[in-house]
């Protein structure tokens, strides 16, 4: 079955510094691949996506290639600030299902401090 | 303003009681999901509906059923809560782009 793996939080640190989340997925045929991001007290937010091989997400500084060699979806930013505290999670979703549900890594938590 | 609304987003209750969670989507979308978070932050899938009349269990076995009479609502029920029922419970829907939208979820916690 298809499953996600992302390095374990929380990720603490300082504002300006360089942020990498890893994820790796495990998955039949090639999926969509997704990044969503949690606010306390809030529901997912998709952050960015790429849908095949080779293709970079972007958005709000954040980026993340699709490596189907690696079968990872890393997660960076060059200079993150506090207010990109939250918790990050990485989600595939299998095209040659109907129902195309998510299924996501266990969540990665980012504290920046100031 | 096409978005996805869930209500109550705090609910705290008594064992035994029944509940319904709201979930309304005014983007059209066809698929629907509701998913349970655990306080480990894991996400898993409970229920999902293709569309009006048509709903499915998702990977999580969950004693809370669903109905879709209407494309935009997709309610979740529990016929008698329970302690091990404390979760938040997230609902999205999917577009044709294969992103899927969330609601900012709601908080149960049975007691």
Known sequence: ?114 | EADIYQTPRYLVIGTGKKITLECSQTMGHDKMYWYQQDPGMELHLIHYSYGVNSTEKGDLSSESTVSRIRTEHFPLTLESARPSHTSQYLCASRSGYNEQFFGPGTRLTVL
């Open chain 1, 1 to 114: 079955g298809n499953s996600v793996t992302q390095m374990e939080g929380p990720v603490t640190l300082s504002e300006e510094a360089f942020l990498t989340i890893n994820c790796t997925y495990t998955a039949t045929g090639y999926p969509s691949l997704f990044w969503y991001v949690q606010y306390p007290g809030e529901g997912l937010q998709l952050l960015l996506k790429a849908t095949k091989a080779d293709d970079k997400g972007s958005n709000k500084g954040f980026e993340a290639t699709y490596r189907k060699e690696t079968t990872s979806f890393h997660l960076e930013k060059g200079s993150v600030q506090v207010s990109d505290s939250a918790v990050y999670f990485c989600a595939l979703s299998d095209k040659d299902t109907g129902r195309r549900a998510l299924t996501f890594g266990s969540g990665t938590r980012l504290q920046v401090q100031p």
